[in-house]
């Protein structure tokens, strides 16, 4: 962790910022599991709502190898090159 | 003599342990890879086992795993208190471990015992087992050394003591701290964030802000105005944290900060300057002994890339206005072509190599003062190419010409003008003892125009409606219209390589009240 001296004049949040919602899904949909128990429960059961009520949508399954570290940084770059929405089982 | 900071620290067992609150207490500070610490762990103990029971007695350890190889070596009843984020040890100004501290019920150190001198240790367990009516320490003092030497505390490690001064209360430094996740880059945060004019910035760790400030002797939240276009106020802190980021060294700060205070005036108008479609901005001149302290660039390529204080100053402040005064291009900065010098723009100038008066002594200034000075500019430096003239109204004469064109050839009294003189066209002059005035007076007299010359035609629709022409008299036509208003605008400095003959021109923006007047600001410490 760096920390930095903010060298703005400070009217702006640095917190980040939520990417913005779209109104609608559609392309890729990646299904993130961090391997917690039973997360993969919960994602088969979207994996099931969504396939019926988003049949136009591509539903990728992805696993973290534990969930106590960050994602390897070429599973990242995958779910990032490959889809558009990501879902992601954080807990069990 | 220090009071101990108040601190909660956790101990071998995960538990938080507050420091002592209104009453005795002894604390002794110690790192694991110290030979003495180890010696002092048994007395340690004797000390715990004698007066715990009494006051609180606290082991401070420095390094969280030393602390569990200590505590495995030598299983004391104490459980040692981490302070591997050193803070506690910064506070209390330990500098060698082990450290003991005497501490009366107000928190007040009473005793502070460096290192290991058996007759002081020995003393201390006399005389607060005798305030606190208990028999005496049981301990072989005979089996301790007389003396050992302490160890350097890991707080006033060169590694760690910077981090520690610049996060320390009573640090100088108040403004927003940004952490960035371990696994962003630095550099490309800050990229994101909006901070960068394009190029790489070197990241303004509070250590790297702090070292900054001892660049000067000013306080740290000194407020130096108001910088447009979202009026954000700009402290001395502000500019050290764009000091850093653009990449100076802390002596350069005084420059940096007196360049602010020029651009920050109203003369100056630094709103108007990043707001034109022009493209203009500022030009900083540095004179006077601080050139040579600082290692600035004033002969060859003086006006072009290579030196870290000219690119650096002028980065700096260029940083200033846009991550405290908001002004970003396509946002109030709104410049149709940009322009490079909006990357940094400063030079010193030459005066060993000048026979006229420097230009800080012309504005006002003694020899002695350093001083910077700001010019509005929209282009250049446009070089004027004489290899041939022999004379200085031969040499004046193509300078005039030369500057004919600024912004345009029918543009008169509209702008100024900084021309840097290169020392071989310096020659030239000296061999006529030509003068400043002489040079300003000749690019007047060759660049003037009737106003008949200035009215728009076929070739060009700039100048003087043909319209208003159509109004005027003879003599009103004919008079003669000079390319700047007063000769003071045409600003001359010395600068440059001892070879060629090609001096240069920075082409003003907007002069006097209506745009923007040069502002000379004394630099301070």
Same mark, same amino acid.
């Given at each position: 962790m760096t920390t930095i001296m903010d060298p703005t004049d400070e009217r702006v949040p640095v917190t980040r910022q939520l990417t913005p919602r779209p109104d609608t899904i559609s392309g890729r949909v990646a299904l993130l599991d961090i391997s917690k128990p039973r997360g993969s429960v919960l994602l088969d059961q979207l994996e099931e709502v969504l396939g019926k009520q988003l049949p136009g949508v591509t539903l990728t399954r992805y696993a973290k190898p534990t969930f106590s570290r960050p994602a390897p940084a070429a599973l990242r770059e995958e779910i990032h090159q490959n889809n558009d929405f990501v879902i992601e089982a954080l807990a069990d | 003599m220090v009071s101990l900071p108040a601190y909660q620290l956790e101990n071998l067992d995960g538990?938080?342990?507050?420091?002592?609150?209104?009453?005795?207490?002894?604390?002794?500070?110690?790192?694991?890879?110290?030979p003495t610490c180890k010696e002092v762990m048994p007395v340690l103990a004797a000390f715990y086992g004698h007066f715990a029971h009494e006051m609180p007695v606290h082991v401070i350890g420095q390094n969280e795993s030393g602390n569990k190889a200590l505590a495995a070596q030598f299983n004391p009843e104490f459980s040692i208190l981490d302070d591997s984020a050193l803070e506690v040890s910064f506070a209390a100004e330990i500098e060698t471990v082990p450290t003991m501290l005497m501490l009366d019920a107000s928190g007040a150190e009473t005793a502070r015992l460096v290192g290991f001198v058996k007759a002081e240790w020995q003393t201390l367990a006399a005389d607060l087992s005798a305030d606190q009516g208990l028999r005496e320490l049981a301990l072989d003092w005979s089996a301790l050394p007389d003396w050992r030497p302490g160890c350097g505390s890991l707080s006033v490690d060169p590694a760690n003591e910077p981090r520690l001064r610049a996060l320390a209360e009573g640090s100088p430094i108040r403004a927003r701290r940004i952490e960035i996740g371990s696994q %962003?880059?630095?550099?490309?945060?800050?990229? %994101?964030?909006?901070?960068? %004019?394009? @190029?790489?910035?070197?990241?303004?760790?509070?250590?790297?802000?702090?070292? &900054? @400030?001892?660049?000067?002797?000013? %306080?740290?939240?000194?407020?130096?105005?108001? &910088?447009?276009p979202n009026m954000g106020e700009v402290t001395i802190e502000k500019v050290a944290i764009?000091?850093? &980021?653009?990449?100076?060294?802390?002596?350069?700060l005084p420059v940096v900060l007196a360049a602010v205070e020029a651009i920050l005036t109203d003369d100056y108008n630094i709103h108007g300057v990043m707001a034109t479609t022009m493209g203009a901005s500022p030009v900083i001149v540095v004179n006077g002994p601080i050139r040579h302290r600082i290692g600035m660039n004033m002969g060859l390529g003086a006006l072009g890339q290579g030196n870290r204080a000219n690119a650096t100053i002028g980065r700096a402040v260029r940083l200033v206005v846009r991550n405290v005064g908001g002004a970003r291009p396509g946002e109030t900065e709104r410049s149709t072509l940009g322009n490079p010098m909006k990357f940094t723009m400063c030079f010193a100038e030459w005066e060993e190599r000048n026979p006229w008066s420097p230009l800080h002594v012309e504005r006002g200034f003694n020899e002695e003062d350093s001083v910077v000075t700001v010019f509005t500019m929209s282009?250049?430096?446009? @070089?004027?190419v004489d290899q041939d003239s022999r004379t200085g109204s031969q040499?004046?004469?193509?300078?005039?010409q030369g500057l004919q064109s600024v912004m345009s050839p029918k543009a008169y009294s509209a702008t100024d003008c900084l021309l840097v003189v290169v020392p071989e066209?310096?020659?030239?002059? &000296?061999?006529?003892?030509?003068?400043?005035?002489?040079?300003?007076?000749?690019?007047?007299?060759?660049?003037?125009?009737?106003?008949r010359e200035l009215v728009a035609d076929e070739n060009s629709a700039t100048g003087l409606k043909q319209a208003s022409a159509a109004q005027m008299d003879e003599a009103s036509l004919n008079k003669l219209m000079t390319k700047f208003r007063r000769d003071e605008d045409i600003h001359i400095v010395v600068a440059g390589g001892e070879a060629g003959k090609f001096s240069g021109a920075f082409h003003g923006w907007v002069t006097g009240s209506v745009g923007s007047i040069p502002v000379s600001r004394k630099i301070g410490h």
């Amino acid at each position: 962790m760096t920390t930095i001296m903010d060298p703005t004049d400070e009217r702006v949040p640095v917190t980040r910022q939520l990417t913005p919602r779209p109104d609608t899904i559609s392309g890729r949909v990646a299904l993130l599991d961090i391997s917690k128990p039973r997360g993969s429960v919960l994602l088969d059961q979207l994996e099931e709502v969504l396939g019926k009520q988003l049949p136009g949508v591509t539903l990728t399954r992805y696993a973290k190898p534990t969930f106590s570290r960050p994602a390897p940084a070429a599973l990242r770059e995958e779910i990032h090159q490959n889809n558009d929405f990501v879902i992601e089982a954080l807990a069990d | 003599m220090v009071s101990l900071p108040a601190y909660q620290l956790e101990n071998l067992d995960g538990d938080r342990v507050s420091s002592p609150v209104a009453e005795r207490a002894l604390v002794c500070f110690i790192k694991e890879d110290c030979p003495t610490c180890k010696e002092v762990m048994p007395v340690l103990a004797a000390f715990y086992g004698h007066f715990a029971h009494e006051m609180p007695v606290h082991v401070i350890g420095q390094n969280e795993s030393g602390n569990k190889a200590l505590a495995a070596q030598f299983n004391p009843e104490f459980s040692i208190l981490d302070d591997s984020a050193l803070e506690v040890s910064f506070a209390a100004e330990i500098e060698t471990v082990p450290t003991m501290l005497m501490l009366d019920a107000s928190g007040a150190e009473t005793a502070r015992l460096v290192g290991f001198v058996k007759a002081e240790w020995q003393t201390l367990a006399a005389d607060l087992s005798a305030d606190q009516g208990l028999r005496e320490l049981a301990l072989d003092w005979s089996a301790l050394p007389d003396w050992r030497p302490g160890c350097g505390s890991l707080s006033v490690d060169p590694a760690n003591e910077p981090r520690l001064r610049a996060l320390a209360e009573g640090s100088p430094i108040r403004a927003r701290r940004i952490e960035i996740g371990s696994q %962003d880059d630095e550099v490309e945060f800050m990229f %994101d964030k909006g901070f960068s %004019d394009g @190029l790489p910035l070197v990241p303004p760790t509070p250590e790297r802000v702090l070292a &900054m @400030l001892s660049g000067t002797k000013r %306080d740290a939240q000194e407020v130096l105005g108001e &910088m447009a276009p979202n009026m954000g106020e700009v402290t001395i802190e502000k500019v050290a944290i764009n000091a850093v &980021m653009a990449g100076c060294k802390p002596e350069y700060l005084p420059v940096v900060l007196a360049a602010v205070e020029a651009i920050l005036t109203d003369d100056y108008n630094i709103h108007g300057v990043m707001a034109t479609t022009m493209g203009a901005s500022p030009v900083i001149v540095v004179n006077g002994p601080i050139r040579h302290r600082i290692g600035m660039n004033m002969g060859l390529g003086a006006l072009g890339q290579g030196n870290r204080a000219n690119a650096t100053i002028g980065r700096a402040v260029r940083l200033v206005v846009r991550n405290v005064g908001g002004a970003r291009p396509g946002e109030t900065e709104r410049s149709t072509l940009g322009n490079p010098m909006k990357f940094t723009m400063c030079f010193a100038e030459w005066e060993e190599r000048n026979p006229w008066s420097p230009l800080h002594v012309e504005r006002g200034f003694n020899e002695e003062d350093s001083v910077v000075t700001v010019f509005t500019m929209s282009s250049g430096p446009t @070089l004027i190419v004489d290899q041939d003239s022999r004379t200085g109204s031969q040499l004046a004469g193509t300078l005039g010409q030369g500057l004919q064109s600024v912004m345009s050839p029918k543009a008169y009294s509209a702008t100024d003008c900084l021309l840097v003189v290169v020392p071989e066209h310096v020659d030239t002059f &000296m061999r006529d003892n030509y003068s400043k005035e002489n040079i300003r007076q000749r690019i007047q007299q060759v660049s003037a125009r009737p106003l008949r010359e200035l009215v728009a035609d076929e070739n060009s629709a700039t100048g003087l409606k043909q319209a208003s022409a159509a109004q005027m008299d003879e003599a009103s036509l004919n008079k003669l219209m000079t390319k700047f208003r007063r000769d003071e605008d045409i600003h001359i400095v010395v600068a440059g390589g001892e070879a060629g003959k090609f001096s240069g021109a920075f082409h003003g923006w907007v002069t006097g009240s209506v745009g923007s007047i040069p502002v000379s600001r004394k630099i301070g410490h």
